[in-house]
């Protein structure tokens, strides 16, 4: 296994004998196209772990809706996602594929685990006080506020061992696991404690225009991002054009040379060479050779890529049709959690249980 940063011991036994270890994972669909920090800080280890575990990978709508979303955009870019999972190597036949939305048991242990959370321990998760920052905290929706508790219910729900993510979300698996913990010594142990995986290498891709932030959709220059589903020609182009650093040496520095260590970060990820090899390869050699070789490494992943995603989404029916049996498989795990959830709190169950 690849250098991973994850957490210690498992204290609630498998519920799952027998059955081979499970992944879980969500991305939200709140743009056209995925880019390149969601498919090397995450995306890519879900393609490698769908080998080995049980994988549940999931289109995060309810999340997507703690800002304001058009419905019509909303929904088409819930089906580019589904297409671009496909295209990146998400088995559909090895995977569950789904869309958040369709499991209810998401949003009621969401709200089971909000009722086990203090408003103190949501307020700390920064990633809120970052979303809140631009509008202020009063013009944020409750939903923004409560968003790392649904995150925890999408993630507990499948008892998984792994997560794998970005960085970004460490602080959020943590607060998973410590609902996890509240909620197994407080009734009885029903959760496992996930692991989060994240890959030491590709945790925190950057910005090409602004190397010291986090690449990210809502980033201020389209400059700055990869997206895999544009034309790969403007690609080559941001990569051309990305900011680099003072000096002319090729060294992977993130302090010192923040531009010019994301670039390596990004080579190495695409070519399985390691940074060294690549600096190695670059010693006496300019900028513009390394970026000049990147843009074209990165359009030869690009281009198979968008042919793929764009032509599954001329058949919108096939990928409803992944979508609808992945829903089925990840209703069928996430009713019973739910269920022994609800028996644990002291839900009074139907008279006539036709399941939940
Ligand atoms: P989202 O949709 O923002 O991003 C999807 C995944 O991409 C990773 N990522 C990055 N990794 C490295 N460098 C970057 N610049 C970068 N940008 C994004 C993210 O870490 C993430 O893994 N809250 C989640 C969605 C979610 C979820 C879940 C994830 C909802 N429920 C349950 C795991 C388990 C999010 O907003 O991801």
Not at 79 to 84: C, E, K, V
Request: glycine share 6%.
């Amino acid at each position: 296994m690849p250098s991973t940063t994850t957490s210690p011991e498992l204290t609630v036994p498998d519920v799952t004998v027998g059955a081979k270890p499970r992944v879980l994972s969500g991305i939200q669909p709140t743009a056209d196209s995925f880019h390149f920090g969601n498919y090397l800080g995450a995306l890519r280890q879900w393609v490698d772990l769908q080998r080995e575990y049980q994988p549940f990978f999931f289109i995060a709508d309810l999340h997507a809706i703690t800002v304001e979303q058009d419905p019509k955009v909303l929904r088409e870019r819930t089906l580019r996602a589904a297409a671009q999972l496909v295209a990146m190597g998400i088995d559909p036949a090895r995977s569950a594929i789904f869309v958040q939305s369709q499991i209810p048991a998401h949003a009621q242990l969401g709200w089971v685990l909000q009722c086990l959370t203090g408003f103190g321990e949501a307020r700390r998760m920064t990633q809120f006080k970052d979303k809140s920052a631009k509008g202020g905290e009063g013009a944020s929706s409750v939903g923004l506020f409560t968003y790392p508790v649904l995150q925890a219910a999408d993630i507990l729900l499948y008892r998984p061992h792994y997560v794998p993510v970005g960085e970004d979300q460490r602080q959020h698996l943590e607060l998973t696991r410590d609902l996890a913990q509240r909620f197994n010594h407080r009734y009885k142990k029903t959760f496992r404690l996930p692991e989060p995986y994240i890959l030491k290498a590709t945790a925190k891709i950057t910005d090409l225009q602004e190397p010291t932030a986090k690449m990210s959709k809502s980033s201020s220059s389209p400059a700055g991002i990869v997206e895999l589903l544009d034309d790969p020609q403007v690609n080559a182009k941001k990569i051309r054009s990305a900011v680099t650093d003072s000096g002319s040496e090729i060294r992977f520095d993130p302090d010192e040379k923040p531009g010019i260590s994301n670039l390596l970060t990004i080579y190495s990820a695409l070519s399985d060479r390691t940074v060294t090899d690549i600096e190695e390869e670059y010693a006496g050699r300019g900028y513009g050779e390394l970026k000049g070789d990147l843009a074209e490494l990165v359009v030869d992943f690009v281009t198979p890529f968008r042919d793929r995603a764009l032509e599954l989404l001329e058949d919108q029916q096939h990928l409803m049709d992944i979508l609808e049996t992945g829903r089925r498989q990840a209703a069928a795990i996430a009713e019973v959690t739910l269920r022994d959830v609800f028996q644990r709190v002291g839900f009074a169950a139907p008279a006539r249980s036709t399941g939940l």
